[in-house]
């Protein structure tokens, strides 16, 4: 190639990076212009709530969520402080972001009363909260409290916990991962590079995904915002960390820059894509998901993954070609200076001392690594992850999770909140009577399809509880029915309800279908534990797949996904025991165990696709056993550099406080380090090392005679 076109390529590969950084840096504050934590982006694509859902607004006028007062006062609720929520209630009804109020209802204690404030549906839910909540604090007579919950107070906080995800979340990983490769290169120039790389990758994502929200194509909530950007930064400098060593490597045996580039790109260019490429098959699998939330995932980093592997393979070469040697000043390596030592008597450094461990006892160190994580993974008898209240899904300060708990002190627990059932009109006084029946209803509503008048009551007191009374003439099709629960509408209680209403109704009318608050949390419940059993085999023989194709063997890749596989189960292990021991959580979201399964299968297999192609392409020149040793202690220090590197940047999903987000952040970070420090440094090179060349059979290189 001409020398012009070896300066002006790179330079053009520069100029197209950062004009996509120009265009897509701006997006960053855009994003939650798409994104919404609304509990719709997060329903099971086919349950029946999400069925209820989508046909209630042929009953009634299409509304947005409701958000729900109540004001309290110790002793009795005053006539001038029933006054006072009357003018409250006024107040409210005379907002632009809200469609109806209801009237004002005492609690039979007296002590509280409740008003429910229906919002528009094109009102922005937080917004109109705080600024809801604002209206209560200013009218709030002395002693009284007041609180706003309901969904609509409950979105609104999830909202408000999800404000970082922009700024300070983004910060924290950037941080984190720059002050890990100061450390590590000792060089005031690279971590910029590989930063700068990273975030360029970045924006060229969030430019994409926004206007795939923007389209409607793809779903964007809090949660897959948060991850995105902690993928992106994590999966990037991992890449480019690989390319960087071989880039170093090769300026040892390059005069020139345009050679080590060279040269560095066809030795960094197929565990690249291989890594790249499996974690982007591994969140792909997401898509077989029937939860929205986890569905919309897939695409969305699979996207982020796809521009990490572009930045890495086109940016960062550019950038150090412009650089060359200079990139790693003081500690440049010279032209022609000797590679380190890598195995051998004159062997130094620690990755040589494991070597000598691994090469003496190679199947004691496998067999007490094995031991060792199976021990730790015990801790899954007392995994509770088939869901949490809504209620707990903010951890720390939650007004809605106050006012809930206020609410059901006075009222019954699932007021505003009620289960809804949509069945054959012709049932209807069959369906009243089997919803009547069931423990844990307080009282009963229905509308008609298409009534003009609405809502109508099954007996004439809309809340009265028990039976019915004979209904009335409604319009022909279907009808629906409102059940208002006597348990908070999170609660366990109140999820047994909903089950037990589901089987009293299909009991009348096999059609009939149960949605509400409350449903909804049992589908999503349910439709996560369905998901999680279907997309990890997926997973696992997708990524074994893969490994058979890019390793050439069938004994290699089964040990690796083995080793991936107990090294998940004890970082699962151990964070059920901290989750319940040490943070006391409530337990955890079906999809914890997927998200971790999905994250630390595709990104474990990274650490041992770059060692194994190592092994590999050292096997191939110095024999099997030599190959492990050699293969170790080369890629020893990079990958311990990307592991310690990713775990930083999950873990700084903790500063989020959702309990979802808390308990990926910790069971990723800790299972990246038991695969960067236990795994990939002692348990593959030791039963690599004690199978020999069995471990690349059936390929040529498990019948290759080498002197050993």
């Given at each position: 190639?001409?020398?012009?076109?070896?300066?002006?390529?790179?330079?053009?590969?520069?100029?197209?990076?950062?004009?996509i950084?120009?265009?897509?840096?701006?997006?960053f504050?855009?994003?939650?212009?798409?994104?919404?934590?609304?509990?719709t982006?997060?329903?099971?694509?086919?349950?029946?709530?999400?069925?209820?859902?989508?046909?209630?607004?042929?009953?009634?006028?299409?509304?947005?969520?409701?958000?729900?007062?109540?004001?309290?006062?110790?002793?009795?609720?005053?006539?001038?402080?029933?006054?006072?929520?009357?003018?409250?209630?006024?107040?409210?009804?005379?907002?632009?972001?809200?469609?109806?109020?209801?009237?004002?209802?005492?609690?039979?204690?007296?002590?509280?009363?409740?008003?429910?404030?229906?919002?528009?549906?094109?009102?922005?839910?937080?917004?109109?909260?705080?600024?809801?909540?604002?209206?209560?604090?200013?009218?709030?007579?002395s002693?009284?409290?007041g609180?706003?919950?309901?969904?609509?107070?409950?979105?609104?906080?999830?909202?408000?916990?999800?404000?970082?995800?922009?700024?300070?979340?983004?910060?924290?990983?950037?941080?984190?991962?720059?002050?890990?490769?100061?450390?590590?290169?000792?060089?005031?120039?690279?971590?910029?590079?590989?930063?700068?790389?990273?975030?360029?990758?970045?924006?060229?994502?969030?430019?994409?995904?926004?206007?795939?929200?923007?389209?409607?194509?793809?779903?964007?909530?809090?949660?897959?915002?948060?991850?995105?950007?902690?993928?992106?930064?994590?999966?990037?400098?991992?890449?480019?960390?690989?390319?960087t060593?071989?880039?170093?490597?090769?300026l040892?045996?390059?005069?020139?820059?345009?050679?080590?580039?060279?040269?560095?790109?066809?030795?960094?260019?197929?565990?690249?894509?291989?890594?790249?490429?499996?974690?982007?098959?591994?969140?792909?699998?997401?898509?077989?998901?029937?939860?929205?939330?986890?569905?919309?995932?897939?695409?969305?980093?699979?996207?982020?993954?796809?521009?990490?592997?572009?930045?890495?393979?086109?940016?960062?070469?550019?950038?150090?070609?412009?650089?060359?040697?200079?990139?790693?000043?003081?500690?440049?390596?010279?032209?022609?200076?000797?590679?380190?030592v890598?195995?051998?008597?004159?062997?130094?450094?620690?990755?040589?001392?494991?070597?000598?461990?691994?090469?003496?006892?190679?199947?004691?160190?496998?067999?007490?690594?094995?031991?060792?994580?199976l021990?730790?993974?015990t801790?899954?008898?007392?995994?509770?992850?088939?869901?949490?209240?809504?209620?707990?899904?903010?951890?720390?300060?939650?007004?809605?999770?106050?006012?809930?708990?206020?609410?059901?002190?006075?009222?019954?627990?699932?007021?505003?909140?009620?289960?809804?059932?949509?069945?054959?009109?012709?049932?209807?006084?069959?369906?009243?009577?089997?919803?009547?029946?069931?423990d844990?209803?307080?009282?009963?509503?229905?509308?008609?399809?298409?009534?003009?008048?609405?809502?109508?009551?099954?007996?004439?007191?809309?809340?009265?509880?028990?039976?019915?009374?004979?209904?009335?003439t409604?319009?022909?099709?279907?009808?629906?029915?409102?059940?208002?629960?006597?348990?908070?509408?999170?609660?366990?209680?109140?999820?047994?309800?909903?089950?037990?209403?589901?089987?009293?109704?299909?009991?009348?009318?096999?059609?009939?279908?149960?949605?509400?608050?409350?449903a909804?949390?049992?589908?999503?419940n349910d439709?996560?534990?369905?998901?999680?059993?279907?997309?990890?085999?997926?997973?696992?023989v997708?990524?074994?797949?893969?490994?058979?194709?890019?390793?050439?063997?069938?004994?290699?890749?089964?040990?690796?996904?083995?080793?991936?596989?107990?090294?998940?189960?004890?970082?699962?292990?151990?964070?059920?025991?901290?989750?319940?021991?040490?943070?006391?959580?409530?337990?955890?979201?079906?999809?914890?165990?997927?998200?971790?399964?999905?994250f630390?299968?595709?990104?474990?297999?990274?650490?041992?696709i770059?060692?194994?192609?190592?092994?590999?392409?050292?096997?191939?020149?110095?024999?099997?056993?030599?190959?492990?040793?050699?293969?170790?202690?080369v890629?020893?220090?990079?990958?311990?550099?990307?592991?310690?590197?990713?775990?930083?940047?999950?873990?700084?999903l903790?500063?989020?406080?959702?309990?979802?987000?808390?308990?990926?952040?910790?069971?990723v970070?800790?299972?990246?380090?038991?695969?960067?420090?236990?795994?990939?440094?002692?348990?593959?090179?030791?039963?690599?090392?004690d199978?020999?060349?069995?471990?690349?059979?059936?390929?040529?290189?498990?019948?290759?005679?080498?002197?050993?």
């Amino acid at each position: 190639m001409s020398r012009f076109l070896r300066i002006v390529l790179p330079a053009l590969v520069i100029v197209v990076w950062l004009a996509i950084a120009a265009v897509g840096g701006p997006y960053f504050g855009k994003i939650s212009e798409v994104s919404t934590n609304d509990q719709t982006s997060f329903l099971p694509a086919s349950a029946d709530a999400t069925k209820v859902q989508e046909r209630s607004s042929e009953f009634r006028q299409e509304s947005g969520a409701p958000a729900i007062i109540v004001l309290e006062r110790d002793g009795g609720m005053s006539s001038s402080d029933l006054s006072a929520a009357k003018d409250l209630a006024t107040q409210l009804g005379d907002r632009d972001d809200v469609e109806a109020v209801s009237p004002v209802i005492p609690s039979e204690d007296g002590d509280a009363v409740e008003i429910v404030a229906t919002l528009t549906t094109a009102a922005d839910t937080g917004d109109a909260v705080e600024a809801i909540r604002a209206d209560v604090d200013d009218a709030l007579p002395s002693g009284v409290s007041g609180y706003v919950t309901g969904p609509a107070g409950f979105t609104a906080d999830l909202t408000e916990a999800f404000a970082g995800i922009d700024g300070l979340l983004l910060g924290v990983a950037l941080a984190a991962v720059f002050v890990i490769l100061i450390i590590v290169y000792r060089s005031p120039l690279l971590p910029i590079l590989v930063l700068g790389n990273a975030t360029f990758a970045l924006c060229a994502s969030i430019l994409v995904v926004w206007w795939l929200a923007k389209a409607d194509i793809v779903t964007v909530n809090g949660q897959v915002q948060g991850i995105l950007s902690i993928l992106v930064i994590g999966a990037a400098t991992d890449y480019a960390l690989l390319y960087t060593a071989r880039f170093r490597e090769a300026l040892r045996d390059h005069r020139t820059g345009w050679g080590a580039t060279k040269a560095a790109l066809r030795g960094s260019l197929e565990p690249i894509l291989a890594s790249g490429g499996t974690v982007i098959v591994g969140v792909l699998c997401l898509l077989l998901s029937d939860l929205n939330s986890n569905k919309a995932l897939g695409p969305v980093a699979a996207i982020g993954i796809a521009f990490s592997l572009l930045a890495a393979l086109s940016l960062l070469p550019a950038l150090l070609l412009a650089f060359r040697r200079a990139a790693f000043w003081p500690l440049r390596p010279a032209y022609g200076s000797a590679h380190p030592v890598l195995t051998g008597p004159d062997a130094r450094g620690i990755w040589a001392r494991v070597g000598r461990l691994v090469a003496k006892r190679s199947r004691v160190v496998w067999i007490v690594c094995t031991v060792g994580l199976l021990a730790m993974g015990t801790g899954l008898v007392g995994l509770k992850a088939d869901g949490v209240p809504q209620s707990d899904l903010v951890i720390g300060a939650s007004q809605a999770r106050d006012g809930q708990d206020v609410l059901a002190d006075h009222f019954p627990g699932g007021s505003g909140s009620p289960a809804q059932v949509i069945g054959s009109e012709r049932d209807l006084d069959a369906l009243v009577d089997a919803v009547t029946g069931v423990d844990g209803v307080d009282g009963v509503v229905a509308a008609a399809k298409d009534a003009p008048s609405g809502t109508v009551p099954v007996t004439g007191d809309p809340t009265s509880s028990g039976g019915a009374a004979a209904a009335p003439t409604v319009s022909r099709g279907d009808v629906l029915l409102e059940a208002t629960l006597s348990d908070p509408a999170d609660s366990d209680a109140a999820e047994q309800t909903v089950r037990d209403l589901r089987t009293a109704v299909e009991r009348v009318d096999p059609g009939a279908v149960v949605g509400g608050v409350t449903a909804t949390a049992v589908d999503t419940n349910d439709t996560g534990i369905r998901d999680r059993t279907l997309i990890i085999p997926v997973v696992l023989v997708v990524i074994l797949l893969i490994l058979m194709l890019l390793l050439r063997s069938v004994v290699a890749p089964l040990v690796l996904i083995g080793s991936v596989i107990v090294s998940f189960a004890a970082a699962l292990g151990v964070g059920a025991l901290v989750f319940d021991h040490v943070f006391h959580f409530p337990g955890a979201d079906p999809s914890v165990p997927l998200y971790s399964f999905v994250f630390l299968v595709a990104l474990g297999v990274d650490y041992n696709i770059f060692l194994m192609t190592r092994v590999r392409e050292e096997a191939l020149r110095h024999g099997p056993h030599e190959g492990v040793l050699r293969g170790l202690g080369v890629t020893g220090g990079v990958i311990t550099s990307a592991g310690v590197v990713l775990a930083a940047t999950f873990a700084a999903l903790g500063v989020i406080p959702i309990l979802f987000l808390v308990q990926i952040a910790f069971v990723v970070a800790f299972g990246v380090l038991l695969d960067t420090i236990v795994v990939r440094s002692l348990l593959v090179p030791a039963i690599a090392y004690d199978l020999g060349r069995r471990a690349w059979w059936p390929s040529r290189l498990s019948r290759a005679n080498h002197h050993m």
